[in-house]
Each structure stands twice: as structure tokens, then as C-alpha cells.
């Protein structure tokens, strides 16, 4: 059967016809029908590789590095800063006084405070347990003997041992 139309997308690329097709397969058979059936060439010196070392060469490689961790980035979920109201931040205030006032004996403080996120907007809330070394005012924080640095603005709740609020 001879077609002079493309019968395939194939044909249409290359513009061969049904008759040439089956001719290049004349000729394929003519010039290597010797070797096709041939079994493969093994050198007994190297061993043969496995199934899965063959199958690692071809194994998709990552061609967008990185996209891994930006899809686990954009995954992670932040929470909003909330402000403590007025009677939280007169609570907390009456707690730094009796810290300032005890710095000394290192009163053991549990806190929980808002850290920003530095990749998104937003952040984590975080509580720590420790000893208070200091309280610095300038800096504006709160100082562990763990060296645990908490930021007295995002201060949003104060534990303290022996304190009576």
C-alpha cells in the first residue's frame, strides 16, 4: 500500500511516505541484521550492575533545586502579634517590678512572647522556662541564665515564682 500523504506525525515531520518507511527498514536489516539478535557483549573483568544502579542513572535529577523547600516554606503557617490589652500590660508591668526588684536571686519566670518571622509576615508564639539574669531596659529585654533573650514589646504572658499576681 503506498500512501503519498503523512500517515503519522512522525511521517508528517520528516515527510516520508509509507513506501520509503518500509525501505529504510529493508535497509536497516540489510546493513546490521547480523548484530540484532546478537547477545549483548559482556567483559568478564567488570561485574555486571544491579537493576537499581542501572535504574539510578536514569532516575529524574532536580532540575529546580530548591523548589522542595520553597513549597515547604509557602506550607508553613505564621500566627498574627496580638497586643496584650490594658490589663494584661498593667500585669506584666507589676511582674517586671518585682523581677527588678529580685534580679538578684534569679526568680525562675515562665514566658511566653511572640518572635517575628523572618521569611513571612506574621511569626511563632514561644514559651521558655529559665532563671532571670537581667532585664535589660535599653535593649529592651529580658535575659536568662541560659542566655535566652526574650523582647519585653512582644511580652505576652509572665510567670513568676514567688510573685503573687
Not at 10 to 19: A, C, L, N, Q, R
Not at 105 to 110: A, G, I, N, R
Not at 119 to 137: E, F, L
Amino acid at each position: 500500500m503506498n500512501h503519498t500523504r503523512p500517515i503519522n506525525q512522525w511521517h508528517s515531520v520528516y515527510g516520508i511516505t509509507d513506501s520509503e518507511l518500509h525501505g529504510a527498514e529493508q535497509k536497516v536489516l540489510e546493513h546490521y541484521g547480523d548484530i540484532i539478535d546478537a547477545p549483548r557483549p559482556h567483559d568478564p573483568s567488570r561485574s555486571r550492575a544491579t537493576r537499581q544502579q542501572r535504574a539510578a542513572q536514569f532516575s529524574p535529577f532536580a532540575a529546580l533545586t530548591g523548589f522542595e523547600e520553597e513549597i515547604a516554606e509557602e506550607e508553613r503557617q505564621t500566627e498574627s502579634w496580638v497586643e496584650p490589652g490594658e490589663e494584661q500590660s498593667e500585669m506584666l508591668n507589676r511582674k517586671f517590678s518585682y523581677i527588678d526588684a529580685h534580679t538578684k536571686e534569679h526568680p525562675l519566670v515562665t514566658a511566653v512572647y511572640f518572635e517575628m518571622d523572618e521569611k513571612k509576615s506574621g511569626g511563632s508564639y514561644h514559651t521558655v522556662h529559665g532563671a532571670v539574669k537581667a532585664v535589660d531596659m535599653i535593649a529592651g529585654t529580658l535575659i536568662l541564665t541560659d542566655r535566652t533573650t526574650i523582647p519585653i514589646p512582644y511580652l505576652w504572658d509572665l510567670q513568676v515564682e514567688g510573685c503573687d499576681e
